[in-house]
């Protein structure tokens, strides 16, 4: 079992930045793959980044990439979201996942067996 809360979302204006992110307990968090989605209003839940077990391989949506980075700190239990140069087309609910059955990451929203709660972005323009 894994537990996942998240923290750091708010309103923000086109352009800005903000961290969100995701302490997670309940088992070996450093051995899982994490990853990050959002959703917004009227639409599905889609892939934003994830992460594999060691940090070492990372994956990103093609509307994100660079502009947003995953990270994360073993040794805290937490995985990162650095969301740069913010667009009012990423406002979304944003939901940390955990895939408790693989070391490497995926895109598949099917993949991750434990989801927070989520925490609101709203980007203003």
């Known amino acids: 079992q894994v537990q996942l809360v998240e923290s750091g979302g708010g309103l923000v204006q086109a352009g800005g930045s903000l961290r969100l992110s995701c302490a997670a307990s309940g088992r070996t968090f450093s051995s899982i793959a994490m990853g990050w989605f959002r959703q917004a209003p009227g639409k599905e839940r889609e892939f934003v980044a994830t992460?594999?077990?060691?940090?070492?391989?990372?994956y990103y949506a093609d509307s994100v990439k660079g502009r947003f980075t995953i990270s994360r700190d073993n040794a805290k239990n937490t995985v990162y979201l650095q969301m740069n140069s913010l667009k009012p087309e990423d406002t979304a609910v944003y939901y940390c996942?955990?895939?408790?059955?693989?070391?490497?990451?995926?895109?598949?929203?099917?993949?991750?067996?434990?989801w927070g709660q989520g925490t609101q972005v709203t980007v203003s323009s």
């Open positions: 996942a955990a895939n408790a059955r693989a070391t490497d990451g995926s895109y598949s929203i099917y993949s991750y067996d434990y």
């Open positions: 992460i594999s077990w060691s940090g070492g391989n990372t």
